[in-house]
């Protein structure tokens, strides 16, 4: 039986949205993750920005191999920017590392527009796990330490009181 975190290279590409649910441990505290993968295709832009409401995180991912997938990340973070609440933890990934001899975006290139917008960068590849599970921890870690120190709508604000408690985030991947 193959794990739910394995990379399946038959899998069909997201249509609309597509629902997981990731568990993992944030120095010693269980934290369940609403994943929403949005895919991130222009044709569901109006479906997309619905999801942006109430996420605590959003990953926003480019294909390293595809300059154009790049591109579009200007346009997707303008439109959190637009639909999201403020503070939201945004997290930028280019995925597709593990096909170097195909890279069309440099590394320096997604490390500058996540300095400029002030997130975090990480390289990684869904078919051979490289920073996957770092990537999804450090999203997690950042919406602990800002929902520790918000006050906000019910429902919003994540109080850990022991290492079994679990606490459940909402995250749109595009």
């Not at 639909?83 to 440099?106: F, H, Q, T, Y």
């Not at 490289?130 to 450090?138: G, H």
């Not at 709508?153 to 994540?158: F, L, Q, S, Y």
Request: net charge positive; glycine share 6%.
């Amino acid at each position: 039986m193959a794990k739910k975190d394995n990379f399946n290279s038959t899998y069909i590409s997201t249509i609309g949205i597509d629902f997981k649910v990731k568990t993992i441990d944030v120095d010693g505290k269980k934290v369940k993750l609403q994943v929403w993968d949005t895919a991130g295709q222009e044709r569901f832009k109006t479906i997309t920005t619905a999801y942006y409401r109430g996420a605590m995180g959003i990953i926003l991912v480019y294909d390293i191999t595809d300059e154009k997938s790049f591109e579009n990340i200007q346009n997707w973070m303008k439109s959190i920017k637009e639909n999201a609440s403020a503070g939201v933890s945004r997290m930028l990934l280019g995925n597709k590392c593990d096909i170097e001899a195909k890279r069309k975006v440099p590394k320096e290139t997604g490390e500058k527009l996540a300095k400029d917008h002030g997130i975090r960068f990480f390289e990684t590849s869904a078919k051979s796990s490289i920073n996957v599970d770092e990537s999804f921890l450090a999203l997690a870690s950042d919406i602990l330490q800002k929902s520790n120190k918000r006050t906000g709508p019910a429902g919003r604000e994540v109080k850990i009181t022991s290492s079994t408690e679990k606490k459940t985030s909402k995250c749109a991947l595009l």
